[in-house]
């Protein structure tokens, strides 16, 4: 028995949730995958946690 019904929970992820909450109040937002960033992707973090010798 198939259910012809489309799916009626949509599954969003916080940072989702979080920006419709921020779009129905006005504010413009749009959630950022984490780690894709120029900051993630750069040498930002080699360079304070390289080791020294």
Do not use: H
């Not at 929970?9 to 940072?15: A, E, G, S």
């Not at 949730?17 to 006005?26: A, P, Q, R, T, Y």
Request: charged share 30%; net charge negative.
């Amino acid at each position: 028995m198939e259910d012809s019904e489309p799916e009626t929970i949509v599954i969003k992820n916080w940072p989702e949730k979080f920006s419709d909450i921020l779009n129905e109040i006005g504010v413009s937002a749009t959630p950022n995958e984490i780690g894709e960033g120029e900051v993630e992707k750069g040498d930002y973090y080699s360079r304070c946690f390289s080791q020294t010798t």
